[in-house]
């Protein structure tokens, strides 16, 4: 089993429309959590970080965690174009490495 | 956005040549990293640094050596390279919250 694994997509949603980005992680103790976000060509960059169950909010963008399932989420509302990337998945374990998931190409049409 | 330079940007040398990477922060960030990132593969971790002079394996550090005599810069060696070192090198850096800034990355080839 893979430590921190997306669906590899694409994920392909209509302009306006809410995205969900998936991640799954293996190790239960793990603590802090992100999510990246890759354009084509070009470096990650933070979008956010969640430390504590439940969601946290930041524009239109809104990542989920529920630690019980080892699960995170990130929810992109009114999808626009521009938001066409690569979104990773990154996960800081108990052991103080952090992981990178393969990432989930997001296609928003237009 | 942290400050974090690589250079050089794009390079292109003949398997067996030694090459140097340089990453260069300016945010005091205590840790830095080298991933590469290759199709298929996503980002893997070559080396990183928790301090000057305090290094550590990453998954990927075989044909990799890496230094770091000031909290700024952190240098990735590859010490004799090989076709299949010709990737995207990425350097980041981060504070005691683990939150990454990346650099631009520098695309290797190895011919």
């Known amino acids: 089993q893979k430590e921190v694994e997306q669906n590899s997509g694409p994920l392909s949603v209509p302009e306006g429309a809410i995205a969900s980005l998936n991640c799954t992680y293996s190790?239960?103790?793990?603590?802090?959590f992100f999510w990246y976000r890759q354009y084509s060509g070009k470096s990650p960059e933070l979008i956010m970080s969640?430390?504590?169950?439940g969601d946290k909010e930041d524009g239109r963008f809104t990542a989920q965690l529920n630690k019980a399932s080892q699960y995170v989420s990130l929810l992109i509302r009114d999808s626009q174009p521009s938001d066409s990337a690569t979104y990773l998945c990154?996960?800081?374990?108990?052991?103080?490495?952090?992981?990178f998931g393969p990432g989930t190409s997001l296609s928003v049409i237009p | 956005d942290a400050g974090i330079t690589q250079s050089p940007r794009h390079k292109v040398t003949e398997t067996g040549t030694p090459v140097t990477l340089r990453c260069h922060q300016t945010?005091?960030?205590?840790?830095m990293y080298w991933y590469r990132q290759d199709p298929g593969h996503g980002l893997r971790l070559i080396h990183y640094?928790?301090?000057?002079?305090?290094?550590d394996k990453g998954e990927v550090s075989d044909g990799y050596s890496v230094s770091r005599s000031k909290t700024e810069d952190f240098l990735l060696t590859l010490e004799s390279a090989t076709s299949s070192q010709t990737s995207v090198y990425f350097c980041?850096?981060?504070?005691?919250?683990?939150?990454?800034?990346f650099g631009p990355g520098t695309r290797l080839t190895v011919l």
């Open positions: 980041a850096s981060s504070g005691a919250n683990n939150e990454q800034f």
């Open positions: 190790d239960r103790g793990s603590q802090s």
């Open positions: 990154a996960v800081r374990t108990s052991y103080d490495k952090v992981i």
């Open positions: 969640i430390y504590s169950n």
């Open positions: 640094s928790y301090g000057v002079k305090d290094t």
């Open positions: 945010e005091n960030h205590r840790y």
